[in-house]
């Protein structure tokens, strides 16, 4: 949205969010994540992901979304790029996590034997896919032709509005370009953004982002 290219290298990606505060979407900050854990000492893969759309029944082409997968006594899903979604690493093959986001769980998908499809509980106890995924490892450089359709093309959800959101303790902060949404337990209040100004304002108080003229 101010025309700065998002490039997956990591001293980049490193300065973006962490000496600048600044947050990112999937590919950075599960990317910075998984190098992270690799520098603890973590066994840790990127993964492509294909994300459920509701509104037309399918998921979205590969590499549409990264996940990790972290080995320990077994293998765990783990995302903290996905915005509103699970915490608790999820086991596979077919785990079950519960936390303030909401009930998931992992499952074998297809025919395949490495594939496998998130899901979150709605409030009628259905099942909801939430994205699919395959258990064979990939590089950054595999997500760099998606990286740049998820910021440069007008299909992409990302480029038709802004959003910003924050996991809290009890809950999450997002800001779109019309509404701030804060959600403690279960409680949410939503709260109309006025102009261009209002709106720089609540990213500032609530996300601590100034942002920088172009």
């Known amino acids: 949205h101010q025309g700065k290219k998002i490039v997956l290298e990591e001293d980049r990606i490193y300065e973006k969010i962490v000496a600048c505060g600044r947050g990112g979407f999937c590919y950075e900050l599960n990317g910075l994540f998984c190098w992270l854990l690799r520098s603890l000492g973590f066994i840790a893969s990127m993964v492509s992901a294909r994300v459920y759309m509701t509104r037309i029944d399918r998921f979205s082409p590969e590499f549409d979304h990264m996940g990790l997968l972290v080995d320990l006594e077994k293998t765990y ?38 594939a496998y499809v998130l899901q979150k509980q709605e409030n009628n106890n259905c099942w909801q896919h939430t994205y699919c995924f395959t258990t064979h490892p990939r590089m950054i450089s595999d997500f760099d032709e998606m990286c740049t359709f998820n910021q ?63």
């Open 152 to 214: 440069t093309s007008l299909e992409s959800h990302f480029t038709q509005e802004i959003i910003c959101t924050m996991a809290t303790k009890n809950g999450r902060v997002s800001l779109s370009d019309n509404f701030l949404t804060i959600t403690d337990g279960s409680s949410k209040k939503r709260t109309k953004v006025g102009f261009d100004k209002d709106f720089k304002h609540k990213l500032r108080d609530h996300f601590g982002i100034q942002l920088n003229h172009k």
């Open 77 to 114: 899903l783990v995302d903290v790029g996905f915005g509103d979604s699970f915490r608790k690493p999820i086991a596979l093959p077919d785990g079950i996590v519960e936390d303030i986001s909401g009930r998931y769980r992992v499952q074998t998908y297809g025919s395949s034997s490495d």
